[in-house]
């Protein structure tokens, strides 16, 4: 069973700069997808980005240019490097993983991914 610890949340002002990671374990599927997802105060779940199990990356308009997501696949784990915050950033992100998805030209159904990390809190000051 494939398990997911995210790091790395914490506050910042806006204009600041965040790294999220997220571990996994448990699972030797090679490749794999994992996909970023946030959701902030009274707002629904939002994918943001996303790597394929080729490599391939996606992400949402609001983050592109600003966010960037890697693995390092000798430590299991996945990040998300976050620029230029802004306080619409503030919400918690999840990291999710999919073994049945290769490329990615889109953030893929919520459906795909099997299992959740439980979340780190990301909050942006104004």
């Known amino acids: 069973q494939v398990q997911l610890v995210e790091s790395g949340g914490g506050s910042v002002q806006s204009g600041g700069s965040l790294t999220l990671s997220c571990q996994y374990s448990g699972s030797t599927v090679r490749p794999y997808c994992m996909g970023w997802f946030r959701r902030g105060l009274m707002k629904e779940r939002e994918g943001v980005a996303v790597?394929?199990?080729?490599?391939?990356?996606f992400y949402i308009g609001s983050v592109k240019g600003r966010f960037s997501v890697s693995r390092d696949s000798a430590k299991n784990t996945v990040y998300l490097d976050m620029n230029n915050l802004q306080p619409e950033d503030t919400a918690v992100y999840s990291c999710a993983f999919a073994s049945s998805v290769l490329n990615v030209r889109n953030i893929p159904p919520v459906g795909l991914f099997e299992a959740w990390g439980q979340g780190t809190q990301v909050t942006v000051s104004s």
């Open positions: 790597i394929g199990g080729d490599d391939s990356t």
